[in-house]
């Protein structure tokens, strides 16, 4: 272990250790001392404060209701700067440790680029440190094969991990570092200052907000830094991320308490989804069907969370950005009929968005930027759709979980098994991202699925065309096997492979057994002791804190 200023932190990852020396600096651990020893208290307010809110939901004192102090305010937040005014396309689940990916990122023709340390990346040490120093040579001009220049590159939106998330390789005062402000801490130091000199940042995505309560504390950390490193306050911007339930009745408060630093709302269909089965899914009229077949955009409950987040946004002068569309094309000969109708269907379901008012999404494949810069040009050849304000009179309180009609298919219990287990497995291969069926799924498909077989276990669902059948954990145990069975069978030939997909089975039944429902599917596996020691050994580390 290193130490210093009373900063414990673990030594270089194998053949990472110049990239550790670079990154992890005298001045970088004091100013990450110093950040911990300003807010960390705060961070544990805000963690009991979570706490309170769901023993209040289980209490049963909760009801759907709008909340919002700022409401009949006259305000708006700071004007953006130019190159936040067009916001239309960006890159989403981009992990700054899978270096090919991020390089190539930095040359495409969209508008930003999530840098994710949060939903697509998972925080194996090698990862953290890799992912740092490849965002801070990007933006120093160093990075191998990258432009020299970062101006010429689409804006990078730093996406720390959320306040779920602890670095385990760190230690300040004998305490663990919470993710969020190990990651905010590097970054910034070693990169706020030269961003902000050339006009392309800080900015940031902050994800799993739950209240403005939240985003005040952000605010709090940004104004902080600001004066710390000697930014013109109002620099450090940030997008929110509305992804649960609870912070969907507190938009516009959310946006007010970060108004100098905002940039706007985001929306984000599963995670969201997912925020109602973690706070309500032991309730059976809260039951989510099958999302492949009866969950889109096009349900009450998702248009007119999508609505209001728009109206929220551009009433107040901030812009409204969409999910991402996972799909991936096919690569090789005779694809290119699969690949335009791929393509026309993305368009046909990001062009409802852009009519109603969103002001840009992201994609994963970089194939298809042209194609959705296209889309774009022709339906909103402006920089963005601030003059469009939804009308909201219909939208209630209510109307946000109203779960849509529907049930349980055994084609949709399948996926949700194989997204669930697939993504534990590539978690333990060092991955926060894997692709199937055509499509990438992360943290959010990952947190749906296993949602989902959590609460159909537990509400006993009946299941479509068999009559008397009801999802049960005996079942989803059978399921699991023929899923484990068919891998074994196609890709997953090797001892290591097999055994790593063994032990993916059994955490996905402890988290679909619990007693209570675990919160956050990153948290339960970047917590556990398999992933830990796992990697620990790949990377040599001395130990596990």
């Known amino acids: ?55 209040y939901i289980k209490q049963g004192k909760w009801k759907p209701e709008f909340r919002n102090n700022s409401e009949e305010l006259d305000w708006k ?53 890799q992912g740092l120093y490849n965002v801070t040579k990007a933006v120093h001009a160093g990075l191998p094969g990258a432009p020299t220049n970062i101006q010429d590159c689409p804006i990078l939106m730093l996406r720390p991990r959320a306040f779920n998330m602890i670095e385990h390789h760190c230690m300040i005062g004998g305490k663990q570092v919470i993710g969020p402000l190990f990651d905010f801490a590097i970054l910034m130091y070693h990169n706020a200052k030269l961003m902000a000199d050339l006009g392309v940042g800080p900015y940031f995505y902050l994800s799993k907000i739950e209240g403005p309560n939240e985003t005040q504390l952000w605010n709090k950390i940004f104004t902080w830094t600001e004066h710390r490193l000697n930014l013109v306050s109002g620099t450090i911007k940030a997008c929110v991320l509305i992804e649960n339930i609870l912070a969907a009745y507190r938009m516009e408060d959310i946006l007010h308490s970060i108004k100098e630093h905002a940039i706007g709302l985001n929306c984000g269909i599963w995670d969201y989804s997912a925020s109602i089965i973690a706070k309500f899914g032991d309730r059976s009229d809260f039951m989510i069907p099958d999302r492949n077949k009866y969950v889109n955009m096009g349900q009450p409950f998702l248009k007119n969370y999508m609505k209001l987040l728009i109206h929220i946004c551009h ?37 409802v968005e852009i009519e109603a008012g969103v002001d840009g999404f992201m994609i994963y494949d970089l194939r298809m930027v042209e194609a959705i810069n296209d889309l774009w040009e022709h339906k ?24 849509p009609d529907g049930g349980v298919t055994m084609e949709g219990l399948e996926n949700n098994i194989t997204v669930a287990l697939l993504f534990i497995y590539h978690w333990f291969m060092g991955s926060g991202v894997f692709y199937l069926n055509g499509a990438v799924e992360d943290s959010a498909t990952a947190e749906i699925s296993r949602s989902q077989i959590w609460q159909w276990i537990r509400q006993r669902a009946p299941i479509e065309g068999k009559p008397g059948a009801f999802v049960t954990r005996s079942l989803v145990y059978t399921m699991l096997d023929g899923v484990i ?61």
């Open 380 to 403: 909103c050849p402006t920089d963005n759709q601030l003059r469009v304000l939804p009308d909201v009179h219909h939208v209630t309180a209510f109307s946000l979980v109203k779960i």
């Open 485 to 545: 069975s068919k891998a074994y069978k196609s890709w997953c030939t090797s001892i290591p492979d097999r055994k790593r997909l063994l032990s993916s089975k059994y955490v996905l039944l402890e988290i679909i057994s619990s007693r209570n429902y675990i919160e956050y599917i990153t948290t339960f596996l970047s917590d556990s002791h398999k992933f830990r020691t796992l990697h620990n050994k790949n990377d040599g580390l001395e130990s596990k804190l």
């Open 77 to 129: 937040i700071n004007d953006l700067p130019v190159r936040l005014r067009n916001r239309k396309l960006d890159l989403g689940d981009v992990s700054p440790a899978n270096t090919t990916n991020f390089v190539d990122s930095l040359y495409a023709k969209v508008q930003g680029i999530q840098v994710d340390f949060d939903d697509g990346h998972c925080p194996t040490w090698r990862n953290t440190v």
């Open 315 to 351: 009433k107040r002068g901030a812009l409204a950005t969409g999910g991402m569309a996972a799909k991936i094309l096919p690569c090789g000969k005779g694809s290119n009929n699969v690949i335009d109708d791929i393509i026309e269907s993305v368009k046909m379901a990001k062009s």
């Open 1 to 55: 272990m290193e130490n210093l200023k009373d900063v414990c932190i673990e030594r270089a990852p194998h053949r990472l250790e110049a990239a550790y020396g670079e990154i992890f600096t005298r001045g970088a651990l004091d100013f990450l001392h110093d950040l911990f020893t300003e807010f960390d208290s705060e961070v544990e307010k805000l963690l009991r404060r979570r706490l309170e809110r769901q023993l």
